[in-house]
C-alpha cells in the first residue's frame, strides 16, 4: 500500500459513519479526481464501511457497477460481502430481498454474497440461517458451507447439526439434498477433529453419524490431526468406521505420520495392540518406510521380537521392494 493510501485508509477510519457518506460523495463527485484513482479510492472506502453502513455501501455498490466489475482490485468485491454480512445479523430478510431484486446485477448476486446471507444471519441464530438457506433454494454452494464454517464449539456443531437434519428431513431423497448432507457433515468433521482427539472424538460420537457418514469424508487426514493423537484417532477409527473404511483411512495417516514423524510412528506401532487396525498401521508403515529405504526397513523388522511377525514383515518388505525395482 503506498503512502497515499495509507494516509488515506488512517483519515476514513476517524470519520463515523456519516462522515464517510459525505466524503464518498465528495470523491465522487470531484471533477479534478481521474477515474482510475477515484475508482480506488472510492473502493477502499466502502471497504472499510462495510461493516457499519451495510445498507449504503450495498445501495452504492448497486448503482455503481464498475467498483465490482473487471480485473481491477477486490475491495468492491470484498465490501459486498462484509455488508451482506453484517445487514443479515440485524435484518436478515431484507438482505434476502435485496439479493432477489438483483436479476440485472448477476455480477452481486455471487454465491459468495448468498453465503455471506446465510452466515450473517445464522452467527446469530442458527435456526434462522438455515431458514435464509431454505429461502435461497439453492443448497449446492458456498452458503450451505458457510453455517458449518461459523461452528467453532462443540455446542455450535450441534446446533448446525440440528438444523441441517430437520431441513434434510423436508427435503426429497436427491443429489441436493445429499450435497447439502455432505458438505456439512464434512465440515463440521473437520473441525472437531482440529480441536483435538478427547473433545472431538467425543463429540463425534455423542452427534449420531452412521459409520458410512465418517468414512465417506477427507476429515480424518494427517495434516488436521496433532501428532501426538494420531494413534489415538487410529485407534478410534478402527472401532467407529466401517472396516474397509477404516482400513483405507488408517493406511493413510500411518504413511503421512511416517513420513512426517517416523520415531513417534515407529514407537506407536511397537506399542499398538493386535488387532485389525494395528495390521492396517503395520503394512501402511513398512510401506512407506521400504519405499524411501528397503534397508531401514530390513533393520526395523529384524528388531521385532515375535519371529512370525518378523517372517512376516521380511516377505511385505520383499514385495514392496520388488514393486519399486520393476518401475
Known sequence: MSQVASRFLEGILLLDGDGRVRLFHRIKNHPGVGVDIKEGLLSMLLRV??????????????ETPELVSGDRDSMG??????????????????????IRRLKDRPDLATPAVKA???AGAGSVDVARGFRMLEELGDYDNDAVGSLAQEANTAEQRTAVLTEMRKLAATLEPSMERTRLENRITITLLDKAVREGFGNGSRWISD???????LGNGPAFDYRNMKGEEVGDWMGWIGVQFQPDAGRVTISNLMASWTKADYLSASNWLRGADPGPTRDAAFAAFLTSVTESSPDEARKWAMDLPDAAERERAMDLIGKVASRGAGK
Request: aromatic fraction near 10%.
Open 116 to 118: 455471506a446471507l446465510v
Open 77 to 98: 468485491r470484498d465490501a459486498v460481502e462484509i455488508a451482506m454480512r453484517s445487514w443479515a445479523k440485524v435484518d436478515p430478510y431484507a438482505a434476502l430481498d435485496w
Open 49 to 62: 464501511s462495510a461493516e457499519e453502513n451495510p445498507r449504503f455501501v450495498l445501495r452504492v455498490l448497486r
Open 207 to 213: 452427534a449420531g453419524f452412521s459409520k458410512q457418514s
